[in-house]
């Protein structure tokens, strides 16, 4: 089954740049998703299709993918950006989601 | 506006039964693919099912394959999670989402605790 890694945890200073990576085979030819989550609350789509961005969603967000490495940019850090953040691939039958990375602001 | 609730979460003996619901209002209900997710306490996401707009389709993951079953009706703008012979390990928040391929609408979840 398709797998899709992710760094457990990124620390970023507020108001710098958060780089958090997803890797999986070839995932340049998937479309990737990445999800916010805050303690308690459920999931908030930040990025689809590798690199749009839902209009609710800051401009800070940014996503790309190439090769087997799909990324999400976090520009100017705000302290509310810190939570959980999820890959997520959809291959038409079955769903996968990278392990989470946890973003903390410094 | 979009809304999803779910419900018919609670505490459960292992190899009992469960079933929940999600109710949604906000949109042409019909139209859209759905999928169940859950997260365990402090852990991550975890795909459950997916079933299509109309019903014809349903897929899963392979640790709820010919135990759980995901339906719909489309009269009652309401999906469905059919759990049987629950393990302690299905213990988790199940959230119901909307659309196939980058779901962006989530409800708040229900848990479910499978005990003994």
């Known amino acids: 089954s398709y797998e899709l890694t992710q760094p457990l945890s990124v620390s970023v200073a507020l108001g710098q740049t958060a780089t958090i990576t997803c890797g999986g085979d070839n995932i340049g030819s998937n479309s990737v998703h990445w999800y916010q989550q805050k303690p308690g609350q459920a999931p908030v789509l930040v990025i689809y299709t590798d690199t749009k961005r839902p209009s609710e969603i800051p401009e800070r967000f940014a996503g790309s993918n190439s090769g087997n490495t799909a990324t999400l940019t976090i520009y100017r850090v705000q302290a509310e950006d810190e939570a959980d953040y999820y890959c997520?691939?959809?291959?038409?039958?079955?769903?996968?989601f990278g392990g989470g990375t946890k973003l903390t602001v410094l | 506006q979009v809304q999803l609730v779910e419900s018919g979460g609670g505490v459960v003996q292992p190899g009992r039964s469960l079933r929940l619901s999600c109710v949604v209002s906000?949109?042409?209900?019909?139209?859209?693919?759905m999928h169940w997710v859950r997260q365990a306490p402090g852990k991550g996401l975890d795909w459950v099912a997916t079933i299509w707009y109309d019903g014809t389709k349903q897929y899963y993951a392979d640790s709820v394959k010919g135990r759980f079953t995901v339906s719909r009706d489309n009269s009652k703008n309401t999906l469905f999670l059919q759990m049987n012979s629950l393990r302690v390990e299905d213990t988790a928040v199940y959230y119901c989402?909307?659309?196939?391929?980058?779901?962006?609408?989530w409800g708040p979840g229900t848990l479910v605790t499978v005990s003994s």
């Open positions: 989402a909307r659309g196939l391929q980058h779901p962006a609408y």
């Open positions: 997520h691939v959809w291959d038409s039958s079955t769903v996968v």
């Open positions: 906000g949109f042409t209900f019909s139209t859209y693919g």
